[in-house]
Every structure is written in C-alpha cells, then in structure tokens.
C-alpha cells in the first residue's frame, strides 16, 4: 500500500505534526489525517525504496573507516555557510558539497544525509543519524538555528568556532612537534653510540686489563644494559601507556589521571588553560545559537575530555535545576578533591618530593575569579555568551603565549641534555686512554 507523508497542525493543541499514513490514494489519505483531528498543510507520497540486491551497496558510497577529520569538517561547515548564505536551497547544496568530497566516511554520510532529507526529515535530524561525522554539539546548534530560522547565521558561527578551535589544536600540537622529534633523534643516536661504538672501547681497554675510572665503568655497565636489552628502550614507554589505559578503565583512576595532568608541572597550566578555552567557548556558542542552557552545559561536560570538568558541569547544572545562578556553583565546586590515583602518578612521575608537590597543589581550583567574575557579570548584565567568547579569547591569548614560552624554554633545556649526554660519553672514553698514554709514555 502506498506511503504518503505529511504536516499537519493538531487542532486541538496548535502544535505542529509530521509523520507518514499508509493509504491507497491521497483523497483517502486527507480523510484518515483529518479524523486523527488534524489539519493537512503538506502531503507528499512517498517513492517506494528497491529492495537492494544481495551484496550491493548504496550508490556513491565506498567503505570507510574511522571518524571524520576536524579539519575536513571545518571545511565542509564553512562552504556550507558560504552556499546557505547566496540562498541555495539545503538540499541542493548538500548535494554539491558531497560531489565534491573525496570517498570516505564525510561523503558517505554527506549521501546519507541527502537521502533523509529527501524522505522528510530536517537538517538536524538527518545529521542525527550519522554520529559518527557530526557530533551532538554539531546537531544540537544546527537543530537551534532550524528553530530560530537563522540557520546561515549557526552556520557561520558554528564555522568560526571550529576554525578557532582547528587553530588553537595546531598551535599546541606544533610546539610538542620539536621536542618530540629532538628527544626521538637523540635516543637514537644514544642507543647507536651504547650498541656500536662502546663496545669496542671497552675490547681496547680490556687489552691494556687496567683499572677503569667509576665514569667509564658507568658507561660500560649502560652499554651492557643497552646491548642485551635494547628491546626495553621502546617497551618501556609502550609498558607505561598500557598500565595508564588499564588505570584509566576505571572510573576513579580516569578521575585521578585527569587530574594529575591538570597539575602537571609545566604542561599542567597549558592542558588546564586549553579545556578552559574550549569549554568556555563551546558553552557561549551554544547558548548564542539558542540552545537551552542544560542542554549546553551537558553538551559541554560531553566534550570537556576531562573529568573533573565533567564533574564540575555536572555539579552546576544541578545547581541550576535548584534554581541557582551559573557563577556560584562555579567556584564551588572548581576545586579538586583528593584523589590517590594522582598522588601515585605524582610520585612516580616526580619521585622523592612528588607527595609533597600534589598535597600542596590538590585544592588549586581549576577556574580562577576571572571566570566566575565574567560568568556573574554575563547572567547580570544578560549577556552570558558574550562574557563567555571574551573568557575564551583570553584563554587562547594565554595558551599562545604559554606554547610559544614553553617552545623557547625547551631549545636550551634540549641543547643542555644532548651536551651533557655527549660529553659524558666522550670523557668517560678518553679518561682511561689518557692514562694509557700516559702510563706508556
């Protein structure tokens, strides 16, 4: 029997309906809308899909696998609010962007998406069905703009705030590209020198069977190490990522890792700074797009990746159900609780005084006045979003700056550590051949 699909307004409540009604014709079709008490504004049948062939696959579609690329969907937001705002129809300019895509999963779910719109469904609800390309805060901002009928103006925001967060993420990622690439060369250049070079020092002095001093024993006794268990130098590091993901499965132990590397020295302030930016900026994103403020605040704990954020949005939007204002549940609950998974990592990543460090450091709240000034100005004033992009600015300011210090502080921490490497190695070589010249001479 043929599908027809239709709006329609319920009289009795004013709210608007859609849905679908199986009648032969589309007379009959009215007749059994109309005795649900609705009023039809749109009827529409609906093409019978073929059944797909064994071993077939949608047209247009390739296999894929993983996500999609942040930087691909930045893209892909910004041409889209280029053609929303020249006036294209949704449908029309979905279709051009998903042309132009090359085959992986964005296009494949750019294809589906086109084929829900065409069997009825909104924007919002057709980017729904492809989660693993567009994200609950995507769909959430884009079912706000349908709402409000200032889609290209969620679009347009939408885009600049994935390209301020693409630009914040490059920033961060290129400073650890340096160090990173140094130490990676310098290990194995070390690791070379211990397995090749060594080695046939100690045959030379083993020869002359003189008494070495402590710093060519030492030496010896690394390369010795290197030689019969280089295979650790890689599984070391391999070992602790794996023993970290197996703490972080549980939830308490996800908790106190999260927080060690909120305190971290050094990189803790640039990891705290960045989740605040974003949280931040993803918060007044959402409330200025029109999406309600439990909503944001869920949307944004989901993407925090922190979760002593996760619980901090957690405990304000309970307050708020409460009746209370954003600011004051802010402070509150911005400070840490003690947590011995993070007092363990404290001392194992800064032995003898990491304890001390972490029970001196634990209660610092992770949201300075600042925030909750500007949040408690904002809910006054009527203008939360707009105190939330000025937090967000600031931080990125702070994160650039703090990238850009860290990267220059790095150079000569780096120089320093390959010096001292390599001159230890040469003046535990040539102590003992001095003495050998010397001896002979």
């Not at 918060?283 to 901090?312: D, H, K, W």
């Not at 203008?383 to 860290?406: G, H, Q, R």
């Given at each position: 029997m043929p599908t027809f699909?239709?709006?329609?307004?319920?009289?009795?409540?004013g709210k608007e309906v859609r849905d679908v009604v199986e009648a032969t014709t589309e007379a009959e079709a009215q007749a059994t809308i109309r005795s649900m008490g609705y009023m039809v504004t749109k009827l529409k049948a609906q093409r019978a899909k073929a059944a797909p062939k064994?071993?077939?696959?949608?047209?247009?579609?390739?296999?894929?696998?993983?996500?999609?690329?942040?930087?691909?969907?930045?893209?892909?937001?910004?041409?889209?609010?280029?053609?929303?705002?020249?006036?294209?129809?949704?449908?029309r300019s979905l279709r051009i962007l998903a042309e132009m895509q090359k085959p992986g999963r964005l296009k494949n779910s750019l294809l589906d998406v086109c084929d829900e719109i065409e069997g009825g469904a909104t924007l919002s609800e057709a980017l729904s069905k492809s989660p693993k390309a567009f994200d609950r805060l995507y769909c959430n901002m884009i079912r706000a703009g349908e709402a409000g009928g200032a889609l290209?103006?969620?679009?347009?925001?939408?885009?600049?705030?994935m390209e301020r967060s693409q630009s914040l993420k490059r920033k961060v990622k290129g400073a650890?590209?340096?160090?990173?690439?140094?130490?990676?060369?310098?290990?194995g250049i070390l690791t070379f020198i211990m397995m090749k070079i060594v080695p046939q020092f100690k045959k030379i002095f083993d020869d002359f069977g003189s008494t070495l001093p402590p710093m060519t024993q030492l030496l010896i006794d690394i390369s010795n190490w290197v030689v019969n268990y280089w295979y650790l130098i890689p599984a070391i590091p391999f070992g602790i990522n794996l023993v970290i993901k197996a703490i972080k499965l549980v939830p308490y132990g996800r908790f106190g890792w999260d927080l060690f590397i909120l305190k971290a020295p050094i990189f803790g302030q640039l990891v705290e700074k960045n989740i605040?930016?974003?949280?931040?900026?993803?918060?007044?994103?959402?409330?200025?797009?029109?999406?309600?403020?439990?909503?944001a605040l869920n949307i944004t704990r989901e993407t925090s990746n922190n979760m002593m954020f996760?619980?901090?949005?957690?405990?304000?939007?309970?307050?708020?159900?409460?009746?209370?204002?954003?600011a004051k549940p802010l402070k509150e609950h911005?400070?840490?609780?003690?947590?011995?998974?993070?007092?363990?990592?404290?001392?194992?990543?800064?032995?003898?005084?990491?304890?001390?460090?972490?029970?001196?450091?634990?209660?610092?709240?992770?949201?300075?006045?600042?925030?909750?000034?500007m949040v408690d100005v904002g809910e006054e004033s009527g203008e939360l979003d707009t105190m939330l992009y000025k937090v967000a600015d600031t931080y990125d300011e702070e994160v650039a700056v703090l990238t850009e210090s860290l990267t220059s502080l790095m150079e000569p921490l780096l120089i320093i550590f390959l010096g001292g490497a390599v001159g230890f190695i040469v003046i535990a070589l040539f102590m003992p051949l001095i003495k050998l010249i010397q001896d002979l001479s």
């Amino acid at each position: 029997m043929p599908t027809f699909q239709y709006e329609a307004i319920d009289a009795a409540t004013g709210k608007e309906v859609r849905d679908v009604v199986e009648a032969t014709t589309e007379a009959e079709a009215q007749a059994t809308i109309r005795s649900m008490g609705y009023m039809v504004t749109k009827l529409k049948a609906q093409r019978a899909k073929a059944a797909p062939k064994a071993g077939s696959h949608k047209p247009g579609r390739t296999f894929a696998i993983g996500g999609v690329k942040s930087k691909d969907l930045t893209l892909f937001t910004r041409q889209l609010s280029i053609l929303q705002d020249a006036g294209l129809p949704i449908l029309r300019s979905l279709r051009i962007l998903a042309e132009m895509q090359k085959p992986g999963r964005l296009k494949n779910s750019l294809l589906d998406v086109c084929d829900e719109i065409e069997g009825g469904a909104t924007l919002s609800e057709a980017l729904s069905k492809s989660p693993k390309a567009f994200d609950r805060l995507y769909c959430n901002m884009i079912r706000a703009g349908e709402a409000g009928g200032a889609l290209e103006v969620i679009l347009r925001r939408l885009s600049e705030f994935m390209e301020r967060s693409q630009s914040l993420k490059r920033k961060v990622k290129g400073a650890m590209v340096y160090p990173i690439v140094v130490v990676s060369v310098a290990v194995g250049i070390l690791t070379f020198i211990m397995m090749k070079i060594v080695p046939q020092f100690k045959k030379i002095f083993d020869d002359f069977g003189s008494t070495l001093p402590p710093m060519t024993q030492l030496l010896i006794d690394i390369s010795n190490w290197v030689v019969n268990y280089w295979y650790l130098i890689p599984a070391i590091p391999f070992g602790i990522n794996l023993v970290i993901k197996a703490i972080k499965l549980v939830p308490y132990g996800r908790f106190g890792w999260d927080l060690f590397i909120l305190k971290a020295p050094i990189f803790g302030q640039l990891v705290e700074k960045n989740i605040l930016s974003r949280s931040t900026r993803t918060l007044g994103t959402l409330l200025s797009s029109g999406v309600p403020i439990l909503e944001a605040l869920n949307i944004t704990r989901e993407t925090s990746n922190n979760m002593m954020f996760e619980r901090l949005f957690s405990k304000v939007s309970e307050s708020i159900r409460d009746g209370d204002a954003i600011a004051k549940p802010l402070k509150e609950h911005s400070a840490p609780p003690l947590n011995a998974v993070a007092m363990l990592f404290w001392t194992v990543f800064v032995p003898v005084i990491g304890a001390l460090l972490y029970m001196t450091r634990y209660k610092k709240r992770v949201v300075d006045d600042l925030v909750v000034n500007m949040v408690d100005v904002g809910e006054e004033s009527g203008e939360l979003d707009t105190m939330l992009y000025k937090v967000a600015d600031t931080y990125d300011e702070e994160v650039a700056v703090l990238t850009e210090s860290l990267t220059s502080l790095m150079e000569p921490l780096l120089i320093i550590f390959l010096g001292g490497a390599v001159g230890f190695i040469v003046i535990a070589l040539f102590m003992p051949l001095i003495k050998l010249i010397q001896d002979l001479s």
